[in-house]
């Protein structure tokens, strides 16, 4: 199975950056799409950025021209860097990784990490 593990998450004051990093393993494979996700307290989950192995970045509305989506295909790691940072991208961001794109509607198939709190607070 493919293993994710995410870092870079913490408190940051509004206006402030993070780079999150989530490094896989496993029988993880580069031709897999990679993809951040975040869930709100109360909200749903809901996709923030996506690359393939051509690293070609897309993202939600909601962060372009904010957030950064980027990979290392030697390293089999995809890092977000989030800048001008709000209260509302406080969330638990997840790193994802699937064969397919866009996925099935369970996710069945794809791979998840444990997640990593970001914060944004005076």
């Known amino acids: 199975q493919v293993q994710l593990v995410e870092s870079g998450g913490g408190l940051v004051h509004p206006g402030g950056s993070l780079r999150l990093s989530c490094v896989a393993s496993?029988?993880?494979?580069?031709?897999?799409?990679m993809a951040w996700y975040r869930q709100a307290p109360g909200k749903q989950r809901e996709l923030v950025a996506v690359?393939?192995?051509?690293?070609?970045?897309k993202y939600a509305d909601s962060v372009a021209g904010r957030f950064t989506i980027s990979r290392d295909i030697a390293k089999n790691t995809v890092y977000l860097q989030m800048d001008s940072l709000t209260n509302e991208d406080t969330a638990v961001y997840y790193c994802?990784?699937?064969?397919?794109?866009?996925?099935?509607?369970?996710?069945?198939?794809?791979?998840w990490g444990l997640g990593t709190q970001v914060t944004v607070s005076s």
């Open positions: 994802y990784a699937d064969r397919r794109w866009p996925p099935l509607a369970s996710h069945a198939g794809g791979f």
């Open positions: 690359i393939g192995s051509n690293k070609i970045p």
């Open positions: 496993g029988t993880f494979s580069s031709m897999y799409m």
